[in-house]
């Protein structure tokens, strides 16, 4: 089979449907939108187009499975996880063309997300025999408490297209571990992965009802009543901060629990001790890992002045040597952006520090072909006062601003509203500690570029969100401590 064969053969394959109370079926209205190729801007399929009606058709679903779910045994649950695990990881070939066709992301990339995702399922599926209580004795010995977890009900799940699968596992994982039903909206620009997993999960044994996925043009016209509702309990978005803000502010009314992955600024941080080569290679992954597209992605590198030239070097002839292109393509390993727009942001953020006087070290410009693709770009020189530094750039584009000491490097990290990761480079174990410590983001990448790991608690402060993902407390978001006192013993 030809490779153009496969590729239409695994998009045929994943049903275009919605996936509401269990079974596949058309948006109400009978609209569909269309699924396009970033690497060739050419339209793959039309999916059915949800609407508020089918919205509420999911929710009546999720709220009639609830009780029953909530039961169901916790072994039974983690077994419907570990299945699927293991379907995603039979399929992940296909999974990951079908990903690398919807999103852009080179195929060998895809695969790797695909094995990221399953890992969630597997994780949550361990959790699911480990939800403990309590029982405690009162100070005055007259009472028993009798500490119980209990499901937090049904939820709504809100993902973003840069990991199509990962953001949908990193949250349906829990939620079914934890016993939640819940309704799953994808990206608009990326919904065949989650159809496709909905399919798994189907197949796996999740029961009716447990799990809806509505892709739609129209996402808020879809959540908002339904956050409104007061029937969904709990939302869980990963997306930009200005969305998550919205979310919040609807979730108020109905005093919703709620889980944000937001946004990220990242500072990326190597001091003149550091293992330069190491640094260099940290520098690629946390900079290139998803061609630059991901909310952990260093945005702004700061290379102490001994090694920052030599350091600028060695990664402008790494980044030089990225080839780009279709993610389909053998030894592709840069894919296009996502969309014309954000091609356009990132020229124009690109253009800015130039204007402020950056110099372009690589690349600074769009890629060939039909596709949104963008070089991979270093720039040196940066100045403080570039929109890059205050932007998330998501693009391939390493800015590098020099740095004399220590207290300036944090001043400069820490001087932006995000919070998500930071990375360190150097060999000095006391000063990595120090600065660990005084980085204000929930996760650190200490001599190491990359930080998403299933089994650790993932997430940020200030605007970058709330809650964590993953690790032993993934799963305390769907859940609610009830306690009982129990008195007469
Ligand atoms: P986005 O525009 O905020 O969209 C995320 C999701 O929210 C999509 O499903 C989107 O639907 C939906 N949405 C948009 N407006 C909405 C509304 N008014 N009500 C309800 N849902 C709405 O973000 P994005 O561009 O897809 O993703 C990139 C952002 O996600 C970046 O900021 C990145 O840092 C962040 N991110 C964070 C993490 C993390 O773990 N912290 C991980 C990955 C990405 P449509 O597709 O239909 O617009």
């Not at 197949?203 to 739609?216: F, N, Q, R």
Request: net charge negative; with cysteine; aromatic share 6%.
């Amino acid at each position: 089979m030809t490779l153009a064969e496969r590729e239409t053969q695994v998009v045929e394959r994943v049903p275009k449907q919605l996936f509401v109370g269990g079974t596949w079926r058309e948006a109400r209205s009978g609209a569909v939108f269309k699924v396009e190729d970033p690497s060739t801007g050419s339209v793959l399929c039309e999916v059915a187009d949800a609407g508020t009606e089918d919205g509420f058709a999911a929710l009546d679903a999720a709220v009639a499975a609830q009780p029953s779910w909530a039961k169901h045994a916790p072994r039974e649950r983690g077994e419907i996880l570990r299945r699927a695990y293991e379907l995603l990881m039979q399929r992940q070939e296909d999974l990951a063309l079908l990903m690398t066709l919807e999103m852009g992301k080179p195929f060998a990339e895809a695969k790797g997300e695909i094995a990221y995702a399953a890992d969630f399922l597997r994780w949550f599926s361990e959790e699911a025999v480990r939800i403990e209580g309590g029982y405690s004795i009162s100070p005055n010995g007259q009472a028993r408490f009798l500490v119980m977890r209990q499901p937090v009900g049904p939820s709504m799940l809100i993902t973003p297209w840069n990991f199509p699968m990962a953001m949908g596992t990193r949250k349906i994982g829990p939620a079914i571990a934890a016993g939640c039903t819940m309704i799953l909206k994808p990206a608009q620009q990326t919904p065949l992965s989650a159809l496709a997993l909905a399919d798994i999960l189907r197949e796996a044994g999740l029961p009716e009802g447990v799990l809806s996925v509505l892709p739609t043009s129209d996402a808020g016209g879809v959540t908002e009543p339904l956050l409104r509702d007061g029937r969904i309990r709990k939302v869980s978005f990963t997306g930009s901060t200005g969305v998550g803000r919205k979310l919040l502010e609807q979730s108020a009314e109905q005093v919703l629990r709620t889980s944000m992955e937001l946004g990220g600024n990242a500072p990326f941080l190597v001091f003149d001790d550091a293992d330069i080569d190491a640094a260099v290679e940290g520098a690629m992954q946390a900079k290139m890992r998803n061609i630059g597209e991901a909310c952990t992605a260093a945005n702004r590198l700061y290379v102490q002045s001994g090694v920052a030239t030599e350091f600028a070097r060695r990664l402008s002839e790494r980044m030089g040597a990225l080839k780009l292109g279709r993610g389909t393509e053998d030894g592709v390993q840069v894919g296009p952006l996502i969309d014309a727009k954000a091609r356009e942001k990132v020229q124009s953020l690109v253009d800015d520090a130039v204007g402020r006087g950056a110099r372009v070290l690589v690349g600074g410009s769009a890629g060939d072909g039909d596709g949104y693709f963008y070089r991979p770009t270093v720039l040196a020189d940066v100045p403080q006062s570039s929109e890059l530094s205050t932007t998330e750039i998501f693009g391939p584009v390493a800015p590098i601003i020099s740095f004399d000491t220590e207290d300036q490097a944090l001043a400069a990290a820490n001087d932006t509203e995000y919070g998500l990761v930071s990375y360190l480079y150097t060999r000095d174990l006391n000063r990595a500690l120090r600065v660990s410590e005084a980085l204000e983001t929930g996760m650190v990448g200490l001599n190491q570029g990359i930080v998403s790991n299933p089994a650790a608690p993932f997430g940020g402060v200030k605007h970058s969100g709330l809650g964590r993902e993953g690790g032993t407390v993934g799963i305390e978001e769907f859940l609610e401590t009830k306690y009982i006192g129990v008195g007469g013993v």
